[in-house]
């Protein structure tokens, strides 16, 4: 297996042949100039998208300064180069709440930037649950549907009780002191009795649309 090593870094080359996608780069604690160096190596050495993630808007200006034809979701704070071209298979992003905003976004600007068609559905938390089965004809026409809520988490369990298609949870960190900063949702959606639940970490839409796109890959692989 190939890598490039930066000194600072050893960029896995063989990643897209391996699992469809190039390694994508975790931005935190990196300077802006290490940043530069992986991109441009990964730009040079695969075909596929190239994604940086959780960067602040003053890093991702100086990336793209120096390594253009990029874009940037200021509210996902992804970086992408070389956006997939959309396929067939269908994703649902469904938020409980306007607080959970921000990482409903990261999940689906990072499924969006790797091939997979997006819609969303905000809003639609528990609480209100009218407002949940208003969009359910919505949710099972989907191929996975990935679940962002916080508080009690118990968003997830009511979207794996109504359709048939892999379920992706994302316990977020929204809510107050016994919510133990996203700690009781992530245990609630471990033991929900809808079974089958995949879960996620906690504030990881990224880790949601990986787990969506593994989804599509396998669909999409030779037999």
């Not at 938390?125 to 988490?153: F, K, P, S």
């Not at 977020?172 to 919510?179: E, F, I, P, V």
Request: hydrophobic share 50%.
């Amino acid at each position: 297996m190939s890598t490039a090593d930066l000194g600072f870094a050893r960029v896995d080359l063989d990643r897209e042949h391996r699992q469809g996608l190039p390694e994508v780069v975790y931005g935190p604690g990196k300077q802006p100039g290490q940043i530069v160096a992986i991109v441009r190596t990964l730009l040079a050495h695969n075909t596929g998208p190239v994604l940086v993630t959780r960067v602040e808007r003053e890093t991702a200006s100086a990336v793209l300064a120096a390594v253009p034809g990029g874009g940037y979701a200021p509210g996902a704070r992804l970086l992408v180069w070389r956006p997939a071209e959309t396929t067939d298979f269908a994703v649902a992003v469904a938020a409980a709440g306007t607080s959970d905003g921000p990482v409903a976004e990261e999940a689906a600007e990072v499924a969006a930037a790797i091939g997979l068609g997006v819609r969303t559905v905000t809003d639609v938390g528990v609480a209100g649950l009218h407002r949940l089965l208003a969009e359910t004809e919505r949710l099972r026409e989907a191929d996975a549907v990935i679940v962002v809520a916080g508080m009690e988490g118990a968003l997830a369990s009511a979207v794996g009780g109504l359709v048939a298609c892999p379920v992706i949870a994302v316990p977020t960190s929204t809510g107050y002191g016994a919510g133990l900063e996203g700690v009781t949702a992530l245990l609630a959606m471990h033991a929900s009795c809808a079974a089958g639940i995949t879960v996620v970490n906690i504030d990881s839409g990224f880790g949601a649309a990986m787990a969506a796109f593994r989804l599509a890959h396998v669909l999409r692989r030779p037999r």
